[in-house]
Every structure is written in structure tokens, then in C-alpha cells.
């Protein structure tokens, strides 16, 4: 999908350097944090949680879902998402959200 689409689709489009955090393998766990840069659409908080794939199931069990994003501790991504009831955006690499180069 073109990225005039992807934003218009978006309630929140911001770039952003996901933090250390619970991991699997290094891609972080789902909710990650991450330090808002810049906000290209909407607004809110420095900081964030953000959907991922990757989330904890029981004591040493993880599962990775087709659809989130797969961040490691560091990289720098561009989100486009939704802000969910509890906080945490919501987005996928198919809303467009993207590693981005340094």
C-alpha cells in the first residue's frame, strides 16, 4: 500500500528507538517501550508501549504472531498504529510500521 494510504489509515504515525526490555531472542517482548522522536501524526508521550510480535505464554514459552513487528533493543522504527483502551499502540508490518536506518 502506497504511505499517503498507510498514513491516512493511521491514527498515530511517529518514529521511535525501542528500549531494552523482556526479550526472545533479542526481539523484544509484546508490549515493548520505546522513546518517541518525532510524532509525524498525532501526539502523545515520550515514551510508548507498542504492540509486538512476540509475547510470553507461560514461564519459558513465547510465541510469535504472524502479524506485529519484531523490534530489537536500539534500532530506530517508524509506527503507524492505533492507540488502543489500555494504552498501547497497536501496529503491524502490514499498517506499514518499518525498521528504519540510524
Known amino acids: ?48 508501549r507498542v504492540t509486538t510480535a512476540t509475547r510470553k505464554i507461560g514461564r519459558d514459552s513465547y510465541v510469535t504472531v504472524g502479524e506485529g513487528i519484531a523490534p530489537r533493543a536500539g534500532e530506530l522504527w517508524r509506527i503507524y498504529g492505533s492507540r488502543g483502551k489500555n494504552g498501547v499502540v497497536q501496529t503491524s508490518f502490514c499498517s506499514g510500521s518499518a525498521r528504519l536506518a540510524h
Open 1 to 48: 500500500m502506497p504511505q499517503k494510504q498507510l498514513r491516512a489509515q493511521a491514527q498515530l504515525v511517529f518514529n521511535a528507538v525501542a528500549l531494552r526490555g523482556p526479550n526472545y531472542r533479542g526481539v523484544l517482548l509484546s508490549p515493548a517501550r520505546f522513546r518517541v522522536r518525532h510524532y509525524g501524526k498525532g501526539s502523545g508521550p515520550r515514551f510508548v
